[in-house]
């Protein structure tokens, strides 16, 4: 089992949900959705400086669909090279 953390631009959301509803995948998962913080790419905090946001997914499950997600992150960072996209995998050893 794995935890993925998403990190996505709220611009593309959208885009996201779109490419996991095309693969069948992601039918679970925990959304915060305004993320303010600072990464790779411009900042992102809601203020009129830097008014754009992110959105936070957390997703657990297991290691075949964390790949597929993992391969769809991928394509969504080529579709969109200049808005910040992250994920993060972090092995889970046990659920209570």
């Known amino acids: 089992m794995k935890r993925l953390e998403i990190i996505v631009n709220r611009s593309i959301e959208e885009d996201m949900f779109e490419i996991f509803k095309k693969n ?4 679970s998962y925990t959304k915060i959705p305004i993320v303010h ?3 790779n790419s411009f900042p992102k905090m809601g203020d009129s400086i ?3 946001e992110n959105i936070l997914m957390i997703i657990y499950t297991e ?7 993992l391969e769809c992150i991928r394509e969504l960072k080529q579709l969109f090279p200049n808005e ?3 994920c993060f995998e972090i092995p889970v050893d046990c659920c209570v």
Do not use: Q, R, T
Not at 24 to 27: D, G
Not at 63 to 69: C, K, N, R, T, V
């Open 24 to 27: 069948n995948i992601v039918k």
């Open 37 to 39: 913080g600072e990464g």
């Open 63 to 69: 290691d075949g669909e964390a790949e597929l997600i």
């Open 50 to 52: 830097w008014p754009e």
């Open 84 to 86: 910040g996209v992250k």
